[in-house]
């Protein structure tokens, strides 16, 4: 049995936190897609802890946390990610294992993904500059390195080869950044790599699940930035929807069971690309300030705006939903007014549905208002507890989407968190 938490929106509604509160549920945690590019925030006995490439379940000391092939794993990210959560007391050696079938993020991919971004100037995706895009490249186009080559003698002219193909891009874009040092940090991380556990994933994972453990798949980004139905061009490298836990574990899509979807109570997004209910005011501006809307990766600003049910009716029909988490719901609760994007508009007419161009069409958004539970929900425990104001905005986007709210999160704390 596999159950799947993955964002809804743009990325970080809060996954992170998330899958630590539902991890003692479940045997094993996994990341099936995306790389350092994500930032997911969780509170271990009130320290804050960011984690780019290791799942989220890593602080519960009995569970299992598997890097999945889907993931492309940054070796010197992984270290020090590593490094941070062992002086925590964690036995990454014991409970981490990475699939041999992982891609591997090479200096020059990073250096790539830079010389990409500058020659694309002001049409830039607003890229996290981790690599991702140049690594999926190299996955795709069949010259990738994966972490079970680290264990062949061939690795080091596998990796020339490589380096020099990345090289000659290089070139073409005049790009000569010094990456030397980069270069001396990767291998060592990678003497760290290879003392991990690297495992056969797809055995192993299916094994587990035939003697009845319980998965739990935890997506990186936003349904919105996957490679085929979010915004494109403006997305990641990735499918991000739950078709992606099947490809980047190794699982039968029969094996999915729960998928919950997460939605911050409003929207956010962070690099460029289309976000048709961003505010550029004050009311914007509030929300980034209240919900400290800045990227757990990159630190740079999001940009902020009211819930997108359009978007949001769009993912939850792409993967296939269950069940919705909506995080981040203590952020409005001084507002006076509300507003949910019903519709778009476009060329002078209404729409419902998510259109193929976003990009370069401009699309109006079409708001439904409602009144602001103006209330502090912070310390609510129960369900009986949170504001009628509030219930009448969930039991909308409940009929509008089709699909339950069905937790309320109203802080960025472990307990802070109402089942409906
Ligand atoms: P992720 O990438 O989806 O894991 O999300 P991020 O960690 O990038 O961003 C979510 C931010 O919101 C983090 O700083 C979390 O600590 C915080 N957060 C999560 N849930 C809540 C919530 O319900 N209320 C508040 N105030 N903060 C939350
Ligand atoms: P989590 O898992 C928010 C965005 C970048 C950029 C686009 C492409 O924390 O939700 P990439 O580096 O992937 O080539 O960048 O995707 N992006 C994210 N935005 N949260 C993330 O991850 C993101 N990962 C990538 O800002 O617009
Ligand atoms: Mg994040």
């Given at each position: 049995?596999?159950?799947?938490?993955?964002?809804?929106?743009?990325?970080?509604?809060?996954?992170?936190?998330?899958?630590?509160?539902?991890?003692?549920?479940?045997?094993?945690?996994?990341?099936?897609?995306?790389?350092p590019?994500?930032?997911?925030?969780?509170?271990?006995?009130?320290?804050?802890?960011?984690?780019?490439?290791?799942?989220?379940?890593?602080?519960?000391?009995?569970?299992?946390?598997?890097?999945?092939?889907?993931?492309?794993?940054?070796?010197?990210?992984?270290?020090?990610?590593?490094?941070?959560?062992?002086?925590?007391?964690?036995?990454?050696?014991?409970?981490?294992?990475?699939?041999?079938?992982?891609?591997?993020?090479?200096?020059?991919?990073?250096?790539?993904?830079?010389?990409?971004?500058?020659?694309?100037?002001?049409?830039?995706?607003?890229?996290?500059?981790?690599?991702?895009?140049?690594?999926?490249?190299?996955?795709?186009?069949?010259?990738?390195?994966?972490?079970?080559?680290?264990?062949?003698?061939?690795?080091?002219?596998?990796?020339?080869?490589?380096?020099?193909?990345?090289?000659?891009?290089?070139?073409?874009?005049?790009?000569?950044?010094?990456?030397?040092?980069?270069?001396?940090?990767?291998?060592?991380?990678?003497?760290?790599?290879?003392?991990?556990?690297?495992?056969?994933?797809?055995?192993?994972?299916?094994?587990?699940?035939?003697?009845?453990?319980?998965?739990?798949?935890?997506?990186?980004?936003?349904?919105?930035?996957?490679?085929?139905?979010?915004?494109?061009?403006?997305?990641?490298?990735?499918?991000?929807?739950?078709?992606?836990?099947?490809?980047?574990?190794g699982?039968?899509?029969?094996?999915?069971?729960e998928?919950?979807?997460?939605?911050?109570?409003?929207?956010?997004?962070?690099?460029?690309?289309?976000?048709?209910?961003?505010l550029?005011?004050?009311?914007?501006?509030?929300?980034?300030?209240?919900?400290?809307?800045?990227?757990?990766?990159?630190?740079r600003p999001?940009?902020?705006?009211?819930?997108?049910?359009?978007?949001?009716?769009?993912?939850c029909?792409?993967?296939?939903?269950?069940?919705?988490?909506?995080?981040?719901?203590?952020?409005?609760?001084?507002?006076?007014?509300?507003?949910?994007?019903?519709?778009?508009?476009?060329e002078?007419?209404?729409?419902?549905?998510?259109?193929?161009?976003?990009?370069?069409?401009?699309?109006?958004?079409?708001?439904?208002q409602?009144?602001?539970?103006?209330?502090?929900?912070?310390?609510?425990?129960?369900?009986?507890?949170?504001?009628?104001?509030?219930?009448?905005?969930?039991?909308?986007?409940?009929?509008y989407?089709?699909?339950?709210?069905?937790y309320?999160?109203?802080?960025?704390?472990?307990?802070?968190?109402?089942?409906?």
């Open positions: 049995m596999v159950d799947v938490i993955l964002g809804l929106q743009w990325g970080d509604e809060g996954k992170g936190k998330i899958v630590d509160y539902f991890a003692p549920n479940y045997d094993i945690i996994a990341r099936f897609q995306g790389g590019n994500a930032g997911h925030t969780l509170y271990v006995n009130g320290t804050k802890m960011v984690l780019h490439q290791i799942p989220s379940g890593i602080f519960h000391q009995d569970k299992i946390n598997i890097i999945g092939n889907g993931v492309v794993l940054d070796p010197v990210t992984l270290k020090k990610e590593c490094d941070a959560v062992a002086s925590m007391g964690v036995d990454v050696k014991k409970n981490l294992f990475i699939s041999e079938r992982t891609n591997i993020i090479i200096p020059t991919h990073r250096a790539l993904d830079k010389a990409s971004e500058l020659a694309k100037g002001e049409s830039k995706i607003g890229s996290t500059l981790k690599g991702i895009g140049p690594a999926y490249m190299d996955k795709t186009g069949r010259n990738a390195l994966r972490v079970g080559d680290l264990l062949n003698k061939n690795f080091i002219s596998k990796y020339i080869t490589l380096r020099m193909k990345h090289q000659k891009i290089l070139d073409s874009f005049n790009f000569n950044d010094d990456i030397s040092d980069m270069e001396n940090e990767f291998f060592e991380a990678l003497e760290f790599l290879k003392t991990m556990n690297i495992i056969n994933c797809e055995y192993f994972i299916n094994d587990q699940i035939s003697k009845g453990k319980k998965v739990l798949a935890e997506g990186a980004q936003g349904s919105m930035l996957d490679i085929d139905f979010g915004t494109f061009p403006f997305v990641t490298s990735s499918n991000t929807i739950s078709a992606g836990v099947c490809t980047g574990l699982i039968a899509p029969k094996l999915i069971n998928v919950f979807g997460i939605t911050k109570a409003y929207c956010t997004r962070v690099g460029s690309g289309p976000f048709p209910t961003e550029h005011d004050a009311t914007g501006e509030e929300l980034r300030k209240l919900g400290s809307e800045f990227g757990a990766t990159t630190g999001r940009r902020c705006g009211w819930i997108d049910l359009v978007a949001l009716k769009y993912t029909m792409i993967n296939g939903v269950t069940q919705i988490i909506m995080t981040k719901a203590d952020i409005l609760d001084s507002f006076k007014s509300l507003a949910l994007g019903v519709a778009y508009e476009m002078g007419k209404q729409i419902d549905y998510v259109p193929f161009q976003l990009v370069g069409t401009p699309v109006a958004p079409i708001y439904k409602m009144q602001g539970w103006n209330t502090a929900t912070t310390n609510m425990k129960q369900h009986g507890e949170l504001p009628a104001t509030m219930m009448t905005y969930i039991n909308f986007i409940n009929e989407l089709g699909v339950p709210v069905k309320v999160s109203n802080g960025p704390g472990r307990d802070q968190i109402v089942h409906i």
